[in-house]
């Protein structure tokens, strides 16, 4: 059985300032043109279909535009929902959809309800685990710590009782959404860590053939059976090295995977330059990035005049533009905004305490803060929820 692996779409996202809805629109024709080409029998969406709660009505459209294309192959899709979905929305008509062959997994007490689909060597049953907020969804997993992997385990332990129930034979497979150890993230993905541990061992999904996972942005590979797609288009300039793709994976009768990467179509590439204004306007080298989107760091000491406006005319596509003049470390004029790059809300917070006191946070304190950030994440998640 071949299947198409792909995850966060992010319809609706813009990049800077930069609708993505087109270079959307060609990704879901690059999709129907490979299920197409390759003879896929299966597509699998791991989750982050929108970008947010309540997407653009050009982004419902598309997505509506995706499904009947989807249907319309008569190729059987199986879906997630992912932190960034609101799950009660996507899910809205799910039963209708899934008559034409579309599967939208989006209520975590469906976790342990397949979906079976067959070829020559028997069936498949295809697992859908929605993203699992921990503190949303404890009680339905009956776990008293609400962490992503006491969830986690607690939905593969349903799929794996399921399994066992099953005719000997049966291949697995398991979308879902999740930070999961030694994938390596970028700058697009939401946050959700919950009392500081946001990452799951891979052994947690230890009994299915498949596991095809949506969240981290960058395509990559944990195990020969465990993936990530990655998104199909970039959403941070940290993505600028990422070759965006998804995965066509062949299920063999004995449920052995041969994992294929299929690159996605590219409508601009990215660029990261670095230099004070007047080198970037003259290094020859850079021509080659002059259509490419742009993010510029201008290291000049003193910040020189109009400096989107000069960029612009030789990189028309800049779109992001960062101060990083070169000054001595402890010159107290290094930007605030450096100071807090790749740095946790909970170091941030923990370093304010110690700035304002003299004395940084003890074990007491650190969990008061802990506890504060994981109340405001499960909050926003709540209300997207609703
Ligand atoms: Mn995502």
């Given at each position: 059985m071949k299947l198409l692996h792909t995850s966060d779409?992010?319809?609706?996202?813009?990049?800077h300032r930069v609708s993505m809805l087109g270079a959307q629109a060609g990704f879901i024709d690059h999709l129907v043109e490979t299920v197409r080409e390759h003879g896929v029998d299966v597509v699998l969406v791991s989750g982050d279909?929108?970008?947010?709660?309540?997407?653009p009505l050009a982004a419902v459209e598309l997505f509506d535009d995706a499904l009947h294309r989807l249907a319309g192959l008569g190729v059987p899709t199986v879906m997630i929902s992912g932190n960034h979905d609101s799950a009660r929305r996507l899910g809205v008509g799910a039963g209708l959809i899934g008559r034409a062959g579309i599967h939208l997994r989006t209520d975590?007490?469906?976790?342990?309800?397949p979906v079976v689909l067959h070829d020559a060597h028997g069936d498949v049953a295809f697992y859908g685990l929605p993203y699992l907020e921990p503190a949303l969804v404890k009680a339905e997993f009956g776990v008293d710590k609400a962490g992503h992997e006491a969830v986690l385990t607690a939905a593969m332990d349903r799929v794996r009782a399921d399994l066992a129930t099953?005719?000997?034979?049966?291949r697995s497979v398991v979308l879902a959404h999740a930070f999961v150890t030694g994938g390596e993230q970028s700058d697009s993905e939401r946050d959700i860590t919950v009392g500081g541990v946001a990452a799951v061992p891979?052994?947690?999904?230890?009994?299915?053939?498949?596991v095809a996972l949506g969240h981290l942005h960058g395509c990559q590979t944990l195990t020969e059976r465990v993936r990530y797609s990655g998104s199909?288009?970039?959403?941070?300039?940290?993505?600028?090295a990422h070759r965006k793709s998804m995965w066509l994976v062949d299920l063999d009768a004995d449920g052995s995977v041969t994992a294929e990467r299929l690159d996605c179509p590219v409508p601009r590439p990215l660029a990261r330059l670095r230099g004070t204004l007047d080198d970037l306007l003259a290094d020859p080298e850079l021509a080659a990035h002059e259509d490419a989107w742009v993010e510029a760091t201008l290291t000049d000491p003193v910040r020189p005049a109009d400096p989107m406006a000069r960029l612009a005319e030789r990189?028309?596509?800049?779109l992001s533009l960062v101060f990083d003049p070169e000054?001595?470390?402890?010159?107290?004029?290094?930007s605030y905004a450096r100071r807090l790059a790749g740095r946790s809300d909970q170091e941030i917070a923990e370093d304010f305490v110690a700035h304002v006191r003299g004395a940084g946070p003890d074990g007491h304190e650190r969990t008061v803060l802990r506890d504060a950030f994981d109340a405001v994440r499960a909050d926003d998640s709540l209300r997207e929820a609703r």
């Open positions: 779409w992010h319809l609706g996202r813009a990049f279909v929108y970008d947010r709660a309540v997407p975590p007490a469906g976790c342990g309800t099953r005719p000997t034979g049966t891979s052994g947690v999904f230890d009994g299915v053939d498949y199909p288009l970039p959403y941070s300039f940290s993505e600028a990189f028309p596509h800049t000054r001595p470390p402890d010159d107290p004029a290094v």
